[in-house]
């Protein structure tokens, strides 16, 4: 079988996509979870990174606000580390090979796949039926944009393995319908300390940009007395702290207080455990106020310098576009040559 295979183009070994909507709220989760290890990653792959604007309408947008936050996230980006020399920085809507890519992936996928996707149960809610047609296939477009560029490898957090797993499902899928050896099977990289960092207000929820309540995440537009009053009142219980990793599996808040220090100080949490064994919350909440303002104020300050200077932004991105069609264009080619499309 494998021998009738045909492989069209190469597949890169060490391209890195990943993606990120621009609405607004980018918080402490985006930072540890994706932003901070894409900046590590930038020495050892080629990166492209890109503010998925597509992604973001499949829920009514403000488009004022919608213009605003793309600007924003991007200068989050750039204040974070990402070098728009190195890496490929853009919003996806500029580039057409997403949404042309994601047609095709609507007629490769199936119902049945989609059907388990949990982000968009919790998304959708209990109104589904109201629910727009683009969030349901909200994943197909993922594996999109993941796939126009042939990526090897794509850092995310834990909340998106599950459409890292369809999206090998739809290249698998294309792949043994064409027969041919096109898309390659991307792997997620989940890694750090703080893979899915919790609200501040209820560890058994996600940190999120649509939780209702600021109080529940720390932001990076945040300033030094926000992050203070923030972690002061973050939920915790009245015990003191331990050093068993066992013992917190109950107090979700205080392991979640432990992994950001562990994330924001770059040791392992175990490490945390053994430094504040015994301790009091308030000494606790005291050292990591200080920790996330060194490390978050920085960023902060970089950023508002950066949203004050939009024309610098948008030359980044559109110079990201520009770079970013370069390689998805003939793959996008590649792929209707396959399927028979015309091309006159
Ligand atoms: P989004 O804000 O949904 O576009 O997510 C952008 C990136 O941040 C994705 O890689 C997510 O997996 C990651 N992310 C979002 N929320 C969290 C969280 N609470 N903890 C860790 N990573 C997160
Ligand atoms: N779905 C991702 C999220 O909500 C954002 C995203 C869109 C993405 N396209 C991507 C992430 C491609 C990685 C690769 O976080």
């Known amino acids: 079988m494998a021998s009738t295979t045909k492989q069209v183009s190469e597949h890169p070994t ?19 979870g ?3 290890n894409w900046v590590t990653l930038q020495p050892d792959y080629e990166c492209i990174y890109c503010m998925v604007d597509l ?74 039926e109201n629910a727009s047609v683009g969030l349901y296939a909200y994943p197909n477009l993922m594996a999109a944009d993941i796939l126009a560029y042939k990526a090897s490898h794509v850092p995310v957090g834990a909340d998106q393995k599950q459409h890292l797993e ?35 207000r209820d560890g058994s929820k996600k940190m999120s940009k649509s939780e209702p309540s ?18 002061r009142k973050a939920k915790t219980d009245p015990l003191p702290l331990t050093a068993s990793l066992e013992d917190l599996e109950d107090r979700p808040e205080a392991k979640n207080l432990m992994v950001i220090f562990a994330a924001l100080s770059n040791v392992p949490v175990t490490e945390v455990h053994q430094r504040f064994d015994g301790a009091e919350f308030s000494q606790f909440k005291k050292e990591l106020i200080e920790l996330a303002v060194e490390v978050l104020s920085p960023i902060t300050t970089e950023m508002q310098r950066l949203v004050a200077d939009p024309g610098y932004v948008d030359s980044v991105l559109r110079d990201g576009a520009e770079r970013a069609a370069e390689l998805a264009t003939p793959i996008v080619k590649e792929v209707q040559d396959i399927m028979g499309f015309l091309r006159p």
């Open 14 to 32: 060490n391209r890195i996509f990943s993606g990120i909507q621009p609405t607004g709220n980018l918080h402490l989760g985006n930072y540890l």
């Open 34 to 36: 994706a932003i901070r």
């Open 55 to 128: 992604h973001a309408v499949t829920m009514y947008q403000d488009p004022a606000e919608l213009t605003a936050s793309t600007r924003e996230v991007t200068a989050s980006l750039l204040a974070s580390g990402i070098d728009p020399k190195g890496s490929i920085v853009f919003n996806q809507s500029q580039v057409h090979a997403h949404a042309e890519l994601a047609w095709l992936f609507n007629c490769v996928s199936r119902m049945g796949w989609l059907n388990r996707m949990t982000q968009f149960k919790e998304k959708a809610g209990k109104n589904r």
């Open 166 to 200: 369809l999206t090998r499902d739809i290249a698998q899928a294309f792949n043994s319908t064409y027969d041919v050896d096109c898309f390659p099977m991307t792997e997620p990289l989940i890694f750090g300390e703080a893979t899915r960092v919790m609200s501040l």
């Open 214 to 231: 600021d109080m529940s995440r720390i932001t990076l537009t945040d300033g030094p007395d926000d992050i203070a009053k923030k972690i």
